[in-house]
């Protein structure tokens, strides 16, 4: 079955970096849709960053846009988020997302497969 493995999450002055990773298990082929999604208490879930793991199709919320880098090693099935000039409103739990579906499917929230979170907090 499908398995969603995220790590990288911690704690960091504002202004500074944080790498997360999510290795995805389970699934034979290396063509998907991956996302970034994050949720902080009292807040919806928001999806930060998607792409296509051929490389294309990037999408990236405004709020982040200029700041985090989405990318995906297809030899190791790994999803990379890396987070530079953190903000406090940064804080949340990130998750990582798979969607067995075609490019043009990535920039939504309609995701099937997720991971169990990491925590990043900025202050």
């Known amino acids: 079955h499908v398995q969603l493995v995220e790590s990288g999450g911690g704690s960091v002055q504002a202004g500074g970096s944080l790498r997360l990773s999510c290795v995805l298990s389970?699934?034979?082929?290396?063509?998907?849709?991956m996302a970034w999604f994050r949720q902080s208490p009292g807040t919806e879930r928001e999806r930060v960053a998607s792409?296509?793991?051929?490389?294309?199709?990037?999408d990236y919320a405004d709020s982040v846009k200029g700041r985090f880098t989405i990318s995906h090693d297809n030899a190791k099935y790994t999803l990379t988020l890396q987070m530079n000039s953190l903000k406090p409103e940064d804080t949340a739990m990130y998750y990582c997302?798979?969607?067995?579906?075609?490019?043009?499917?990535?920039?939504?929230?309609?995701?099937?497969?997720w991971g169990q979170g990491t925590q990043v907090t900025v202050s």
């Open positions: 997302a798979a969607r067995f579906a075609g490019p043009s499917l990535c920039a939504s929230t309609d995701y099937a497969y």
């Open positions: 389970g699934y034979n082929s290396n063509r998907y849709c």
């Open positions: 792409m296509w793991t051929a490389g294309t199709n990037l």
